[in-house]
């Protein structure tokens, strides 16, 4: 039998452009290839692997991903919307979304007493991690490594020293004594120039991620040659029209003023979500997030707010809280043109 068991549970970490995603690309691979089941726990709010930037995910994998392209994404198991792509404004609550998702699993999915569960249906789980290890990101990622006490820790380096996690087992306290993880250190073939385009190259993924996200509110075979039969597209879609007096706006990182509020939310990107949801613990009461939208207006008289989005309007009918973002708009996406007569035409053909 090729499966460790209890099956394993791996953190992998390293400076940001590392290599450290796609290695854990490939390991969920590997791991598909021995077990039926695998989980992914993406905790880089910044460079998430399967959703659009801001999202703290769990999902449960049974094939392997044949597409290892930036823009391969999934719908998640479970989510929390932390609405930014960095944890120094609230790293409380992102540790919380965090060990809230690996308490979901270890419950649902990591059951291994073998007399309650003769068939051995626990699953692995690969757990992603920020390539943020300075200050307050080394903070958060020891606080994941303490409190999941994964069986092993990968651990990806740069060549440059200086940006590289620091050596042993750097989470633990000198009185914890030696931890029993596996800690396999994997160090970088050779020296690149790419380390100066990372911080460039990560708005510019994040934004790709964003308009491949928002394009699911088009139909598959609506033809786009260029950006502007994207922008023009999307321009053109029916927004969906929530009750705006039925709507619970949870600002997570006190951004707004009660007074500000419609108009600080309007044109931004948002995340969605009801409060039917069941909280996981006392200790993350959050809702789960069913998707992000864009505010395309407010009509206060009216008492709408009108919001584009891929999520499905069976689920759409149960929205009621909003959740504003630090998440900026991709340049020029959301842009309305000065006709969209012929789009909107398109789409009614479709």
Known sequence: DSCTWPPPVVVVCGPGNSGKSAFARLLLNTLLARYKRVAYLDTDVGQPEFTPPGFVSLHVLEEQAKDLTMLYLRAPKRCFFFGDVAAHKNPKLLLSYIFGLYDYFLKELYRFNVADNPHKSAIPIVINTSGWVKGIGLHVLSEILRYISPTDVIRLNTTTEGKNLPGGAFWLDAHEGDSQVN????????????????????????????IAYFRQCLPRDFPIFSSDDLVQGIAAIDPFQLPLSKIQVIDLHSQISGDS??????????????????????????????????????????????????????????????????????????????????????????
């Open 261 to 350: 509020v419609y108009d600080f939310l309007a044109g931004t990107i948002v995340g969605i979500g009801s409060s039917s949801s069941v909280p996981l613990s006392t200790e993350c009461s959050s809702p789960w997030c069913m998707g992000l939208g864009f505010v395309k207006a407010i009509d206060i008289p009216g008492d709408c707010i009108h919001l584009i989005t891929p999520v499905p309007h069976q689920l759409i009918e149960n929205v009621d809280i909003i959740f504003p973002s630090c998440i900026a708009v991709p340049d020029g996406l959301f842009q309305v043109p000065n006709t969209v007569d012929d789009i909107t035409a398109r789409l009614r053909d479709l």
């Open 183 to 210: 800690l396999v250190e994997i160090h970088a073939a050779q020296n690149s120039p790419r380390h100066l385009l990372v911080k460039k190259e990560a708005r510019m993924i994040r934004d790709l991620r964003l």
